[in-house]
Nanobody, 119 residues
Framework: QVQLVESGGGLVQTGDSLRLSCAASERTFTPYSMAWFRQAPGKGRDAVAT????????YYADSVKGRFTISRDLAETTMYLQMNGLKPEDTAVYYC????????????WGQGTQVTVSS
């Protein structure tokens, strides 16, 4: 069973930057796409950004467009989320996820990493 391991969260101030990483436990794992989700206290889990693993095409939620960048390293089977211009409303637990097929749900999930942005 493939495991996703996240790192890079923390406590920062408004306007700061953070980079999250998500590494798959198997180098041979080839997902169809991977994604970052986030869940703020008392709210549902929402997609922040997704990336097609082979093509590299991306999607961003409107709330993070122009501030966040999703990328991946094919050789290391690692996905990243560069977050710039952080705002207090970005405070959430961030999860990475992966799916093997275009028609499937996100099946593989990381444990989550806390991002807290103070005002």
């Amino acid at each position: 069973q493939v495991q996703l391991v996240e790192s890079g969260g923390g406590l920062v101030q408004t306007g700061d930057s953070l980079r999250l990483s998500c590494a798959a436990s198997e180098r041979t794992f080839t997902p169809y796409s991977m994604a970052w989700f986030r869940q703020a206290p008392g709210k549902g889990r929402d997609a922040v950004a997704t990336i097609n693993w082979q093509r590299g095409s991306t999607y961003y939620a409107d709330s993070v467009k122009g501030r966040f960048t999703i990328s991946r390293d094919l050789a290391e089977t690692t996905m990243y989320l560069q977050m710039n211009g952080l705002k207090p409303e970005d405070t959430a637990v961030y999860y990475c996820a992966a799916k093997r097929f275009s028609t499937s749900e996100y099946y593989y999930w990381g444990q989550g990493t806390q991002v807290t942005v103070s005002s």
